[in-house]
């Protein structure tokens, strides 16, 4: 891979909770315009991972870097500031704000940082409030309406909506799918390519094996805190050893099944 291409570049990383022991080693890279997926079952460290990155539970070792910049001992809202946007697990909207609040908190937050800075999306490609609403069409019939009026779905298009506004060059995506109906997943997965052909990059943790596999240009695989696999969607369908051991997949089936969780 050209050095310059490659947007987070994070090498033998190892985070503690206290004295437990969660990341043991983990590297890797994602490249600018690329989905990297991260796979793996409940409790391995994908969470960790993305905390991780975000200066939430920085590592003890290890280095993470954003364009060649070091991230480690920088708060959570100066990452942000340099063009990183996190969708949290658990779809973490603000519940008390209405839709259009929560749509518009990071651009006033971040004003006068990443978002006037950047040159890596052409005018066309940014994304405004309206465009974001255009992708979003249920948010818009409920602009007043409080966060906790919101089904799960909505929620979820607004956690994400709430990422784009900044027009971020690097999203890290927890679970975007969890708890969605099938209809929804498919959107989510249709909202990410679209992303990258807007030129975003993004790190996306998934249990939806057939959603990571139809959108990501690389996969890793979590155990223990380790990368036991790392390699294409085409390369992770022809082990079905990995699928069996590592993500509980069992026959060919859920490979393609969006709306089948593994
Ligand atoms: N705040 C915390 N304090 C202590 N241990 C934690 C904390 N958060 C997570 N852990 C532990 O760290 C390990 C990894 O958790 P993590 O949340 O990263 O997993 P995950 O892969 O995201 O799981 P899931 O798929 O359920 O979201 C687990 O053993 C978990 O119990
Ligand atoms: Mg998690």
């Known amino acids: 891979?050209?050095?310059?291409?490659?947007?987070?570049?994070?090498r033998d990383m190892h985070t503690y909770y206290e004295d437990s022991y969660v990341l043991q080693?983990?590297?890797?890279?994602?490249?600018?315009?690329?989905?990297?997926?991260?796979?793996?079952?409940?409790?391995?460290?994908?969470?960790?991972?993305i905390r991780s990155i975000f200066g939430l539970t920085p590592p003890r070792l290890g280095s993470v870097e954003y364009k060649g910049q070091s991230l480690i001992g920088l708060a959570p809202f100066r990452i942000a500031q340099m063009g990183l946007a996190l969708v949290p697990q658990g779809r973490r909207i603000f519940k008390n704000l209405s839709v259009l609040e929560n749509l518009q908190l990071p651009t006033s937050s971040l004003a006068g940082s990443h978002t006037k800075k950047s040159d890596m999306h052409?005018?066309?490609?940014?994304?405004?409030?309206?465009?974001?609403?255009?992708?979003?069409?249920?948010?818009r019939d409920r602009l007043q309406n409080g966060g906790n009026e919101l089904s799960g779905?909505?929620?979820?298009?607004?956690?994400?909506?709430?990422?784009?506004?900044?027009?971020?060059?690097?999203?890290?995506?927890?679970?975007?799918?969890?708890?969605l109906s099938p209809r929804f997943v498919l959107h989510v997965g249709e909202i990410m390519k679209?992303?990258?052909?807007?030129?975003?990059?993004?790190?996306?943790?998934?249990?939806?094996?057939?959603?990571?596999?139809?959108?990501?240009?690389?996969?890793?695989?979590?155990?223990?805190?380790?990368?036991?696999?790392?390699?294409?969607?085409?390369?992770?369908?022809?082990?079905p050893d990995v699928l069996d051991e590592?993500?509980?997949?069992?026959?060919?089936?859920?490979?393609?099944?969006?709306?089948?969780?593994a």
């Open 1 to 10: 891979m050209d050095k310059s291409e490659t947007l987070l570049s994070i």
């Open 25 to 49: 080693g983990i590297g890797l890279e994602v490249p600018l315009g690329k989905i990297i997926a991260i796979l793996g079952r409940n409790g391995m460290g994908k969470t960790t991972l």
């Open 122 to 139: 052409t005018n066309e490609g940014r994304w405004t409030k309206e465009k974001i609403l255009d992708e979003f069409p249920q948010l």
């Open 153 to 179: 779905g909505e929620q979820q298009m607004l956690a994400i909506g709430r990422a784009l506004v900044a027009n971020p060059d690097l999203v890290l995506m927890d679970e975007p799918s969890e708890g």
């Open 194 to 239: 679209r992303m990258r052909s807007l030129g975003h990059a993004i790190l996306l943790v998934e249990q939806n094996l057939a959603l990571a596999l139809s959108v990501a240009d690389h996969v890793h695989i979590i155990a223990s805190g380790r990368f036991v696999f790392s390699g294409t969607p085409e390369e992770l369908k022809s082990r």
């Open 246 to 261: 590592h993500l509980g997949v069992s026959g060919a089936k859920s490979l393609d099944d969006i709306g089948a969780h």
